[in-house]
Each structure stands twice: as structure tokens, then as C-alpha cells.
């Protein structure tokens, strides 16, 4: 029982004993721990990156504004501006969630992709993304300013209190001339050291604290996070994508309904007829048979084209079998204008849905440069990163595509139900380039 009593008592003791160091050591850790350093690093960061847009963006802002009553001059300068602050957006997210590991989804991009230039424009100015990068441009540098005066005063402050009873131990043994005043009293001494301590241990959290304050800012300026308004209107817009893709698709069916009533039954009722007078003249007259039988041979061959044709306009079989590089160097091959082809998609193919649509932009660009655009040369451009496929068809014809016109708004209304994006630059003597940008979904 007395071994029992002993044993007993020893473990509190000695869990007691170990408690205070387990406690210090825990409140030390966040010293040298990775966020604390991460933390410290990403505000220091902020200094720098303010610095740069906030001067690039004022400098054109004020440019912009300063030759806007020029005929308008300065709108481009403006529109790059509001460019330039989306693409600081863009990049301040990276660095968030590289530093801090702090996600923020982008918010819905400014335009339509079926609306012209002048409309495009107009969504860029308006856009409510477009405002907020612009504040956050602004706002950066104060902000990282204020944040980092904050931190490195904190951490200066406690290492110089406990720094004190060392650089009072360097004059009195090292005869060093200091010219303020030290506390020489060991209880002020004591108190400085403590005070040190205190805010050192207390650096980390209030590191760590500045950096969730500045991603809440971030978040909320330039973050995804979408109000009242903008999710009405992003529903309202999906609500239009979809009944335009219905309609795209019915016009589709209709088509393919025409073409086969109009091509291929025509041929194959007027081969039913041919065989049929080839073989009521066979016995009387073999010769003329022949010629009959020669006639529904043409027939039939000219069919089964119409049909190839057809099916190709569909869902070409080369492309489920080879890919869309395949598919659409066999587009440029058929294409009465020279076509170069360059770019790669990589080794990993995008969904089946991307590649049709992708093909079939491309199928409908080359009929348009064929039958208006009076160009010699296309050049076709493939990429795929960053999740997405992106085409861009340019010919060196006379320009004035319409991006309103049947062709490309039905281009644009496929695109938009699979949330891809078409932009058109044609103006008047060319060149047209349509660019394309689709979601590789898998």
C-alpha cells in the first residue's frame, strides 16, 4: 500500500514540474513558427506591390483624365487602367493564397461575351469587379503602409526591452558611450525585460491577426463574393444563356432536318427512280440501262458525300477518334484559303463538349473568311492552360465582321452555355481576329 501511496504521489509532482516548461514552449512556438514568418513576409510584400499599382494606376488615372476632353483620347488610357487593376487583382489573389494559403475565388468578369466593343467597354467601366480593383489598388499601399509600421514597431520595440540588460552589460564592461539615458535600477530593468517578453510572445498573434484583416479586405474588395445584385444578375444571365443554347439547338435540328430532306432524300429518291427505269428497259434495251444504272451510281456516290458532309457537321468522326488538332488541320486542309495551324493542346484532352464547340467555332470562322473576308492567309492558334482551351482564328481579309450577325451570335450563344467567352475585333480594312476562350472541363 506504501509502494501504491508513493507511486501515487510521484506523478503529480512530476507532471507539475513539466507543466510551466510545456507552457512556455508553447507560447514560444508561434516565434519561430511558419505562419508567423509567412505573415510577416506577405505585409512587408504589400509595401512593394502598393507602391507599383498604386503608381502605375494614378499615373494613367490622371493621364486619362488629363486627355479625356481630346476627342476622347484618354478613354483607352482609362480602359487599360481598369485592365491593369483587374490584373492586379488577379495577382494579388496568387499571392494570398501562396503566402498565406488563403483561397479567394475570383469574382464574375466584367463583359458579355456576345456584346459588342462598344458594350464591352461599357461593362468594363461599369462592372461592380471592375470598381472594387480599382479601390483595392488604390487602397493597397496605405493599408500595407499601416500594417507593416504596426509590425515592425511591435517587433522592435520587444527586442529592444530585452535587449536592454544586454546593452547595459556592454557599457558597464566595454565602456560603451550611450548617450540616452539606461535604467540602471535591476527592478526597471526587470520591468523592461518583462515588457519585452510580453510583446514578443504577443508579435506573432498580432502578425497573424494583420494578415486575416488584410485577407478580409482583399476578400471583400476583391474576392468573389457576390452581393444581392450581382447574383440576380448572374442568374438572369444564365437564364439567357440557356434559352439561347434551346433556340441554337432547335435552329441546329431545323437544319439537319432541311439538309436531309433537301440533299440527301432528293438523291436517294431520284436513285430509287433511276434503278427502277434501269430495270424495267434491262431485257429491250441493255445499253440504255447501263447509262440509267451509270446515272444512279453518280447519284449514290454524290449521296453518300452530301452524307459525309452532314454527319461532319454534326460530330465529325476524327474528331472523337484523333482529337481536336486532327480535326481542325482537316478544317484547314478543305479550306479554299491557306490556313497555318500552330500551338499544342498537350497530352491531357479537354471534355467532348469543348472540343465540339471549339471545332465547330473554328468550322464556321473559315466558312465566314472563305465566303467575305477575301483574305490569303488564316492562322490558327491552339492553347490549353490553366483549365482552359483557347482559339484564336486571324485572317488578313477586309474585316467588318458582325459579331450580331446569325453566324457568330450563334457561335456566342454555345459558348455561353458552356460559360466560354468570344471576343471579336474586326474593323474596317481588317484584320479579324476572334478569340475564344472555353472551360476544359473533364
Not at 487602397?139 to 503602409?145: G, I, Y
Not at 540616452?180 to 502578425?207: E, N, Q
Not at 497555318?340 to 473554328?362: C, H, K, N, W
Request: proline content about 6%; some cysteine; aromatic content about 4%.
Amino acid at each position: 500500500m506504501a509502494q501504491d501511496g508513493t507511486s501515487a504521489g510521484t506523478a503529480p509532482r512530476g507532471s507539475g514540474a513539466s507543466s510551466p516548461v510545456t507552457s512556455v514552449l508553447r507560447a514560444l512556438r508561434p516565434l519561430v513558427s511558419a505562419p508567423t514568418w509567412l505573415s510577416v513576409i506577405h505585409l512587408l510584400a504589400g509595401v512593394v506591390t502598393g507602391v507599383m499599382a498604386f503608381a502605375v494606376v494614378t499615373a494613367m488615372t490622371l493621364f486619362g483624365l488629363a486627355t479625356l476632353w481630346f476627342f476622347l483620347a484618354g478613354l483607352p488610357v482609362l480602359a487599360g487602367m481598369l485592365q491593369v487593376c483587374l490584373r492586379f487583382a488577379g495577382a494579388e489573389r496568387g499571392r494570398f493564397g501562396l503566402l498565406l494559403d488563403i483561397r479567394l475565388p475570383a469574382p464574375l468578369p466584367p463583359g458579355d461575351p456576345g456584346a459588342g466593343w462598344s458594350r464591352q467597354v461599357r461593362l468594363l467601366f461599369t462592372a461592380p469587379a471592375t470598381r472594387r480593383s480599382f479601390i483595392y489598388a488604390l487602397v493597397r499601399l496605405p493599408l500595407s503602409l499601416a500594417q507593416a509600421f504596426l509590425v515592425l514597431a511591435l517587433w522592435s520595440f520587444a527586442l529592444a526591452m530585452l535587449g536592454l540588460p544586454v546593452l547595459l552589460w556592454l557599457t558597464l564592461h566595454l565602456k560603451w558611450e550611450i548617450t540616452a539615458p539606461l535604467p540602471a535600477s535591476p527592478l526597471k530593468l526587470a520591468v523592461a525585460s518583462a515588457i519585452g517578453l510580453l510583446l514578443l510572445v504577443a508579435a506573432p498573434r498580432v502578425t497573424q491577426r494583420a494578415a486575416l484583416l488584410d485577407a478580409a479586405v482583399a476578400r471583400r474588395l476583391i474576392g468573389g463574393g457576390a452581393s444581392g445584385a450581382e447574383l440576380a444578375a448572374r442568374i438572369g444571365e444564365l437564364e439567357r444563356s440557356r434559352a439561347r443554347v434551346v433556340d441554337s439547338a432547335e435552329a441546329e435540328r431545323r437544319r439537319i432536318e432541311r439538309d436531309l430532306h433537301d440533299g440527301a432524300q432528293q438523291r436517294l429518291v431520284s436513285l430509287a427512280m433511276n434503278l427502277g427505269r434501269a430495270k424495267a428497259r434491262f431485257a429491250a434495251d441493255p445499253d440504255g440501262a447501263m447509262e440509267i444504272i451509270d446515272e444512279a451510281h453518280a447519284e449514290a456516290k454524290q449521296a453518300l458525300t452530301e452524307l459525309r458532309s452532314l454527319v461532319r457537321g454534326v460530330h465529325p468522326p476524327v474528331l472523337a477518334d484523333r482529337g481536336l488538332d486532327a480535326a481542325i488541320s482537316g478544317l484547314a486542309a478543305r479550306c479554299p484559303v491557306p490556313v497555318m495551324v500552330q500551338g499544342d493542346l498537350g497530352r491531357v484532352r479537354p471534355a467532348a463538349s469543348t472540343e465540339a464547340i471549339a471545332y465547330f467555332v473554328v468550322a464556321e470562322a473559315l466558312t465566314n473568311v472563305a465566303k467575305h473576308a477575301r483574305a490569303t492567309q488564316v492562322v490558327i492558334t491552339l492553347d490549353s492552360a490553366e483549365s482552359l482551351l483557347r482559339v484564336a482564328i486571324r485572317d488578313d481579309g477586309i474585316g467588318g465582321a458582325d459579331p450580331g450577325g446569325q453566324g457568330l451570335s450563334g457561335l456566342a450563344d454555345r459558348l455561353a452555355g458552356v460559360d466560354g467567352r468570344l471576343s471579336v475585333f474586326s474593323p474596317a480594312g481588317g484584320p479579324t481576329v476572334i478569340e475564344v476562350e472555353l472551360p476544359c472541363g473533364s
